[in-house]
Nanobody, 115 residues
Framework: QVQLVESGGGLVQPGESLRLSCAAS????????VGWYRQAPGKQREVVAT???????NYSDSVKGRFTISRDNAKSTVFLRMNSLKPEDTAVYYC?????????WGQGTQVTVSS
Protein backbone atom coordinates (compact mmCIF):
# COMPACT_ATOMS: atom_id res chain seq x y z
CA GLN A 1 0.00 0.00 0.00
CA VAL A 2 1.39 3.37 -1.05
CA GLN A 3 1.67 6.02 1.65
CA LEU A 4 2.81 9.62 1.46
CA VAL A 5 3.40 11.31 4.80
CA GLU A 6 3.94 15.06 4.90
CA SER A 7 5.54 16.93 7.77
CA GLY A 8 7.04 20.31 8.55
CA GLY A 9 4.02 22.56 8.47
CA GLY A 10 3.21 25.06 11.17
CA LEU A 11 2.57 28.66 12.13
CA VAL A 12 5.15 31.23 11.11
CA GLN A 13 5.37 34.99 10.75
CA PRO A 14 5.61 36.76 7.39
CA GLY A 15 9.15 36.64 6.03
CA GLU A 16 10.07 33.44 7.83
CA SER A 17 10.89 30.06 6.31
CA LEU A 18 9.67 26.48 6.51
CA ARG A 19 10.74 23.20 4.96
CA LEU A 20 8.11 20.61 4.18
CA SER A 21 8.98 16.94 3.79
CA CYS A 22 7.06 14.10 2.20
CA ALA A 23 8.17 10.54 2.81
CA ALA A 24 6.88 8.09 0.22
CA SER A 25 6.55 4.37 0.61
CA UNK A 26 6.49 3.56 -3.07
CA UNK A 27 8.54 1.34 -5.29
CA UNK A 28 10.42 2.94 -8.15
CA UNK A 29 10.34 6.37 -6.51
CA UNK A 30 13.37 7.32 -8.57
CA UNK A 31 11.40 7.03 -11.81
CA UNK A 32 8.35 8.90 -10.51
CA UNK A 33 7.46 12.56 -10.83
CA VAL A 34 6.76 14.52 -7.66
CA GLY A 35 5.04 17.74 -6.76
CA TRP A 36 3.58 19.99 -4.10
CA TYR A 37 0.10 21.44 -4.25
CA ARG A 38 -1.86 23.64 -1.88
CA GLN A 39 -5.44 24.49 -1.09
CA ALA A 40 -6.51 27.60 0.77
CA PRO A 41 -9.94 27.88 2.41
CA GLY A 42 -12.62 28.45 -0.17
CA LYS A 43 -10.23 27.98 -3.08
CA GLN A 44 -9.38 25.18 -5.46
CA ARG A 45 -6.27 23.12 -5.07
CA GLU A 46 -3.42 24.61 -7.07
CA VAL A 47 0.00 23.42 -8.13
CA VAL A 48 2.94 24.95 -6.28
CA ALA A 49 5.93 23.13 -7.72
CA THR A 50 6.73 19.97 -9.64
CA UNK A 51 9.90 17.99 -10.21
CA UNK A 52 10.10 15.29 -12.82
CA UNK A 53 12.10 12.09 -12.58
CA UNK A 54 14.48 13.65 -15.09
CA UNK A 55 15.09 16.61 -12.81
CA UNK A 56 13.00 19.28 -14.51
CA UNK A 57 11.31 21.75 -12.18
CA ASN A 58 8.31 24.00 -12.61
CA TYR A 59 6.94 26.60 -10.19
CA SER A 60 3.80 28.65 -10.01
CA ASP A 61 4.42 32.33 -10.59
CA SER A 62 3.32 33.15 -7.05
CA VAL A 63 6.18 31.17 -5.47
CA LYS A 64 8.90 31.44 -8.09
CA GLY A 65 12.12 32.66 -6.51
CA ARG A 66 10.92 31.92 -2.97
CA PHE A 67 10.21 28.16 -2.96
CA THR A 68 12.48 25.30 -3.96
CA ILE A 69 11.42 21.72 -4.60
CA SER A 70 13.94 18.92 -4.26
CA ARG A 71 14.08 15.18 -3.76
CA ASP A 72 16.23 12.54 -2.13
CA ASN A 73 15.75 9.38 -4.15
CA ALA A 74 17.73 7.28 -1.68
CA LYS A 75 15.20 8.16 1.01
CA SER A 76 12.14 8.38 -1.26
CA THR A 77 11.48 11.86 0.10
CA VAL A 78 10.35 15.11 -1.47
CA PHE A 79 11.09 18.51 0.05
CA LEU A 80 9.70 22.00 -0.36
CA ARG A 81 11.83 24.80 0.99
CA MET A 82 9.70 27.91 1.47
CA ASN A 83 11.41 31.24 2.08
CA SER A 84 10.01 34.75 2.52
CA LEU A 85 6.60 33.38 3.41
CA LYS A 86 3.57 35.62 2.94
CA PRO A 87 0.09 35.49 4.47
CA GLU A 88 -1.27 34.44 1.07
CA ASP A 89 0.84 31.27 1.29
CA THR A 90 -1.47 30.05 4.05
CA ALA A 91 -2.98 26.75 2.95
CA VAL A 92 -2.95 23.01 3.39
CA TYR A 93 0.00 21.67 1.42
CA TYR A 94 -0.16 18.28 -0.25
CA CYS A 95 2.55 16.25 -1.88
CA UNK A 96 1.91 14.03 -4.86
CA UNK A 97 3.87 11.29 -6.53
CA UNK A 98 2.84 10.03 -9.93
CA UNK A 99 3.89 7.75 -12.70
CA UNK A 100 1.33 7.38 -15.45
CA UNK A 101 -1.30 6.06 -15.02
CA UNK A 102 -0.99 6.14 -11.23
CA UNK A 103 -0.94 9.10 -8.86
CA UNK A 104 -0.81 9.22 -5.09
CA TRP A 105 -1.48 11.97 -2.55
CA GLY A 106 -0.52 12.69 1.01
CA GLN A 107 -2.94 13.75 3.72
CA GLY A 108 -1.73 17.35 3.77
CA THR A 109 0.05 19.59 6.23
CA GLN A 110 -1.17 23.01 7.36
CA VAL A 111 0.96 26.07 6.77
CA THR A 112 -0.21 29.30 8.37
CA VAL A 113 1.58 32.59 7.84
CA SER A 114 0.37 35.26 10.22
CA SER A 115 1.71 38.01 12.42
Amino acid sequence: QVQLVESGGGLVQPGESLRLSCAASISNFRTSNVGWYRQAPGKQREVVATLTAAGLTNYSDSVKGRFTISRDNAKSTVFLRMNSLKPEDTAVYYCSVWRTPFSFWGQGTQVTVSS
